[in-house]
């Protein structure tokens, strides 16, 4: 069985939206789901601490959240429900996931995005800044897709700089755990310095997109197929706009390099994807010191 995947759960729809789409991810990795519901650290409050009668309301709300959200799993799926308390969502939902060795970590949209967008709310952003653990994003709405569907297809955005190697690697290990195809989506026309020649740009890039290639096959199991696409535009959300999208699809990309090592840090590159991304996009922290993919980064 692969390793488990962390729901960060509110009863909202942003929590039915990451838990919706961490059942799609169980069903096509054989992960178990860990449903998390963060409150507030009891002893924060020193002036003014909670009564005793207004926790124990608290805490028995959280617990029919729970239930609730629990019997939206398909019986098939295994899952558990936990109720946990920390400074912030994030610090629970990291803490939690490092203390089980996770997979992954998936929460949803803040509330007013736009249907099938990504718009971060205050716990994915501290998670895309401070998680060691594979962040995925899951785009409103993701509670209207049919769960059934699972995955169709992992896309990496691989670029030219430093860190490629190993989101490379965290993409053949999902896309074989799901048994799906892998797209290898050359960023190097979009993510080459200002000035160069159209000419020289294309050239580049056919180069690079031979090179990713090559290096997905040497790894790939025989079963998984992949092929690289190389996304042209002047800005990287040109790029992810002329790109064509499968709505089962998942997308992956690398952390910052400006991040610590097993650290994520939201890049600029995805940053300006999320803006037009129209699925799930899966943010890899960097590798450890010895180059190697992270433990328990991968299902």
Not at 75 to 97: I, W
Not at 152 to 167: K, N, Y
Not at 189 to 197: N, R
Request: aromatic share 2%; glycine share 8%; net charge negative.
């Amino acid at each position: 069985m692969s390793a488990a995947l962390v729901i960060g759960y509110t009863a909202t729809d942003a929590g039915a939206d990451a838990l919706a789409l961490g059942i799609r991810l169980a069903r096509a990795t054989a992960a178990p789901l860990e449903i998390v519901l963060v409150l507030p650290d009891d002893v924060r409050s020193v002036i003014t601490p909670a009564s005793a009668a207004y926790t124990r309301h608290v805490r028995a709300q959280a617990d029919r959240w729970l239930a609730e959200a629990a019997q939206t799993v398909p019986d098939a799926v295994p899952h558990r429900t936990h109720l946990r308390h920390a400074d912030s969502t994030a610090e629970g939902l990291v803490a939690f996931a490092d203390e089980i060795g996770a997979g992954f970590i998936v929460v949803g949209a803040a509330n007013g995005g736009i249907r099938g967008r990504h718009r971060l709310g205050t716990v994915a952003s501290e998670l895309l800044h401070s998680s060691d653990v594979p962040v995925v994003l899951a785009p409103e709405g993701s509670r209207r897709v049919d769960p059934s569907i699972g995955i169709s297809r992992v896309t990496a955005a691989i670029g030219s700089r430093p860190g490629a190697d190993v989101l490379r690697a965290e993409s053949v290990a999902l896309a074989a755990a799901a048994s799906v195809p892998l797209r290898l989506v050359s960023l190097v026309t979009v993510d080459l310095p200002a000035g160069l020649e159209t000419g020289a740009i294309r050239i580049a890039g056919a180069a690079h997109a031979a090179e990713v290639l090559a290096k997905a096959q040497a790894e790939l199991p025989p079963d998984v197929p992949a092929e690289v696409a190389i996304a042209d535009g002047d800005s990287i959300e040109d790029a992810v706009r002329d790109l064509p999208w499968d709505p089962a699809e998942l997308v992956m990309v690398g952390s910052s390099r400006l991040a610590r090592p097993r650290r994520l840090f939201l890049g600029s590159t995805a940053a300006k994807m999320l803006h037009e991304l129209p699925v799930p996009l899966v943010v890899v922290p960097r590798s450890r010191a010895d180059g190697g993919p992270q433990e328990g980064a991968r299902p």
